[in-house]
């Protein structure tokens, strides 16, 4: 059976896939710069895991994040596909893929001990309700061992 596209379905494709490459690009950008202010990317019943470690809600999540070392990320695959055959009201729901590497140390040491580390992180993104923001709704993160 052959889906015929429309040219809005293929316009909202578009402005989604975007939405989620700049929300992903500006969510890591601020885990390493400034991530005092991380809470803003989670629903407030969001839900993370850490390595097997559960994280449950908003602030337990980035109480657990600005206690880490500094970081930097290298981002190197991004993949993402809507879920609305499991959540066919909720259109701008996506599933996100991304792998790469975090440097952790210290950025005012540059010559002090740096470790890197292979990852991938899973999180779900939607728009909030309420705020109408794209959120992270839950996320696992697994470093590769």
């Known amino acids: 059976m052959t889906t015929t596209i429309t040219a809005d379905q293929q316009k909202k494709c578009r402005e989604d896939a975007e939405a989620v490459e700049s929300f992903s690009k500006r969510y890591y950008e601020i ?23 559960e994280h449950d809600g908003r602030d337990a999540i980035a109480k657990h994040l600005v206690a880490l070392p500094s970081t930097r990320h290298h981002i190197y695959a991004l993949d993402f596909f809507p879920m609305k055959d499991l959540f066919p009201d909720e ?5 996100v893929f991304v792998s790469g590497a975090v440097v952790y140390g210290t950025s ?11 990852f991938s992180h899973i999180f779900v993104l939607t728009v909030d309700v309420a705020s109408s923001v794209w959120v992270i709704a839950n996320e696992c993160f697994r470093f590769h061992e």
């Open 91 to 95: 259109a701008t729901t996506y599933q």
């Open 31 to 53: 885990f390493d710069t400034r991530r005092h202010d991380i809470s803003k990317f989670y629903q407030a019943q969001a839900k993370l895991i850490w390595n097997g470690t």
């Open 108 to 118: 005012d040491n540059p010559s002090g001990p740096k470790e890197k580390r292979l």
